[in-house]
């Protein structure tokens, strides 16, 4: 896990329960993301959950349109039409990350343990990279064998879908 690109994002807790839960296989962005597939994307649930929950993979990304994204990944979005539509409204072109390997921390991070791993940290409004010099980087990495609850491995029909 160590040669591959990590990130941090923040999740309203039901779209992080519905990725935890195996119904979101996708995670919908407004804004391209200069990522790969490959990158490791931990998700920070906000409050009132406020914890670090876990991880995915990005399995690919897809640009297009809204009325595409949605025919394309509407049944493994965990969304109604009308709220995935509404939440690309005004634009040409969405993003979705096709997600895959999700696992649960065996402990979730709360807040205030962030802040003690990284003085000042705020959760990210779009994402932040975790490079080897952050000070979350050790942590999450180090030991990632122990830190993840037994679930077995799937690849989604989204990370499949080009």
Request: glycine share 8%; hydrophobic share 40%.
């Amino acid at each position: 896990m160590a040669n591959s690109e990590h990130i941090l994002i923040s999740l309203a807790p039901r779209h992080a329960k519905n990725i935890f839960d195996g119904i979101k296989h996708i995670e919908l962005r407004r804004r391209p993301m200069n990522v790969q597939p490959g990158t490791i994307v931990w998700i920070y649930v906000t409050l009132p959950v406020g914890v670090l929950m876990g991880r995915a993979k990005i399995a690919a990304l897809h640009t297009a349109s809204p009325s595409y994204l949605w025919r394309k990944f509407g049944s493994v979005s965990g969304l109604a039409k009308k709220e995935f539509l509404g939440y690309l409204d005004g634009l040409t072109q969405g993003v979705v990350l096709a997600l895959e390997d999700v696992k649960t921390l065996r402990e979730p991070l709360s807040l205030d343990a962030l802040r003690g791993l990284a003085d000042g940290f705020n959760p990210p409004q779009f994402f932040i990279r975790i490079d080897d010099e952050h000070p979350f980087f050790s942590p999450l990495t180090a030991s990632a064998g122990t830190l993840f609850r037994r679930k077995s491995s799937r690849r989604t029909d989204a990370a499949q879908q080009r």
